[in-house]
């Protein structure tokens, strides 16, 4: 029964035979998981976002840059401003998620070499996270944004000066005379470029071993 049950999750084996005679569909899906597993490992020595706070006070403005692990750049002059309004420091931020961010993706392209080796529907669940990584980072960023900029300290210096207020992950924004301009890292849009591959090959994954799949359970 264990045996069943494993041989249903693994899916078919292709025969030699078979193999050469259809080598590119079968490498297809396993070149592309290839191809996404490398991008989320560049991905890791990449930032995955920016900001650039344009300051009255900064002619050469204030920049901002968070990897998976930690923040970078002018992150102690941005705490000084936020100081003044009532807004927590950065680097309490998502402290969890930045110490366990490079483990994570290391754990992703972990998934997805297995994934290349199951030949049946259930790769589907071993690649999803890969694939939904970009859009859970992003989120996660604008749910810390929005808990900072929503819960300013009272008793701030100038907490009268400004209403509670979310800064825009992506795009340009204003808070009270400051503008805030955020883009995408390069690691953000090559992780976002793997998931693309990663659907890409599940299409080829699905073309290539349904019919086997289909054969074995009698179909």
Do not use: C
């Amino acid at each position: 029964m264990s045996q069943s049950l494993i041989g249903r999750i693994i899916g078919p084996r292709v025969s030699t035979e078979d193999l050469t005679q259809h080598e590119l569909r079968y490498r297809a899906p396993s070149f592309l998981l290839l191809i996404a597993r490398v991008l989320i490992l560049v991905s890791l020595f990449l930032p995955y976002w920016h900001m650039v706070l344009v300051a009255p006070q900064y002619p050469d403005n204030l920049q901002l840059t968070a990897h998976v692990n930690q923040l970078s750049g002018d992150v102690a002059e941005i705490d000084s401003l936020n100081h003044y309004i009532g807004m927590r420091p950065l680097e309490e931020a998502a402290q969890f998620e930045r110490s366990v961010g490079v483990y994570i993706l290391i754990l992703l392209v972990i998934m997805l070499e297995f994934a290349a080796w199951i030949h049946s529907r259930w790769a589907v669940l071993l690649v999803l996270p890969a694939v939904f990584f970009p859009a859970i980072f992003l989120l996660d960023l604008h749910l810390w944004m929005s808990h900072f900029g929503q819960n300013l300290d009272p008793d701030a210096p100038l907490s009268n000066s400004i209403e509670p207020f979310v800064p825009p992950i992506l795009g340009t924004g204003m808070v009270g005379q400051f503008k805030t301009i955020a883009t995408p890292g390069i690691g953000l849009l090559l992780s976002a470029l793997a998931s693309v591959v990663i659907i890409v090959a599940l299409f080829f994954h699905r073309r290539a071993y349904r019919p086997l799949v289909a054969a074995n359970n009698g179909e």
